[in-house]
T-cell receptor, first 112, second 114 residues
C-alpha cells in the first residue's frame, strides 16, 4: 500500500536537537526524502537518502534509515528559529514517473 | 526569477462555479504535476504530465481537467466546484537530469469554495 505516517507536531527549544520520525510502507522504495515547507511557500527538498544507506549527514542534518522497520528519521542539530516549518517525509515509488508519496507533515515549532 | 509560478495565489468562489489555476515553469523541466494539500496538510498527487502527455492520473473526480499546452505550462480547470475542493493546490516540476524525486514546487494556490 501507499502510506507514509508522521507525528503531526514537535516543539523544541532553540539550541536543542530535533528528531522528526516517519514510517513508510513500501519496502521497494529506492529513495526517501525530507522536504521542508515554510509558511506561505511551496515544499523544498531538504535532503534525501538512497535505500541502501543507513545514514546520511549534511551539516546540521542527519538522516537515519532503518529499512527493516521502514523507519526514517531526520535529526536537526542546534535547532534555530529559522528551522520552524513543516517537514514532510516522502517515499519514491519505483515503476513510475517520479511518483512521490508524502506524509502529512510534522510541524516543528522552535521556541526561545 | 520565480522558477515555478502559479496564478492566482488566492481564489474565493461560490459552489457550482468553474475556475482555473495556471502554472508555468522556466526551469526547462519536462515533467509537471498538480498536488492537492488539504486543511490537515495531507499532500496528494493529482496529475502528472511529461512533455504534454498525461502520465499520472490519480483517482480524481472528472470535474478536474488538466491541460498542458506545452511542457512549460500545466493548467488545472475545475468544473462545478464543491466545498470539499477547498484546499491549496501546488504545481511542481521535475527533470530526469536532477536528483530522482526532487520536485520544484510553486508557492501554491489557495482555493476557498463558499
Amino acid at each position: 500500500g501507499e502510506d507514509v505516517e508522521q507525528s503531526l507536531f514537535l516543539s523544541v527549544r532553540e539550541g536543542d536537537s530535533s528528531v522528526i520520525n516517519c514510517t513508510y510502507t513500501d519496502s521497494s522504495s529506492t529513495y526517501l526524502y525530507w522536504y521542508k515547507q515554510e509558511p506561505g511557500a511551496g515544499l523544498q527538498l531538504l535532503t534525501y537518502i538512497f535505500s541502501n544507506m543507513d545514514m546520511k549527514q549534511d551539516q546540521r542534518l542527519t538522516v537515519l534509515l532503518n529499512k527493516k522497520d521502514k523507519h526514517l528519521s531526520l535529526r536537526i542539530a542546534d535547532t534555530q528559529t529559522g528551522d520552524s516549518a513543516i517537514y514532510f517525509c516522502a517515499e519514491y515509488l519505483s515503476g513510475g514517473y517520479n511518483k512521490l508519496i508524502f506524509g502529512a507533515g510534522t510541524r516543528l515549532a522552535v521556541h526561545p | 526569477d520565480t522558477a515555478v509560478s502559479q496564478t492566482p495565489k488566492y481564489l474565493v468562489t461560490q459552489m457550482g462555479n468553474d475556475k482555473s489555476i495556471k502554472c508555468e515553469q522556466n526551469l526547462g523541466h519536462d515533467t509537471m504535476y498538480w498536488y492537492k494539500q488539504d486543511s490537515k496538510k495531507f499532500l496528494k498527487i493529482m496529475f502528472s504530465y511529461n512533455n504534454k502527455e498525461l502520465i499520472i492520473n490519480e483517482t480524481v473526480p472528472n470535474r478536474f481537467s488538466p491541460k498542458s499546452p506545452d511542457k512549460a505550462h500545466l493548467n488545472l480547470h475545475i468544473n462545478s466546484l464543491e466545498l470539499g475542493d477547498s484546499a491549496v493546490y501546488f504545481c511542481a516540476s521535475s527533470s530526469r537530469t536532477s536528483v530522482v524525486g526532487e520536485l520544484f514546487f510553486g508557492e501554491g494556490s489557495r482555493l476557498t469554495v463558499l
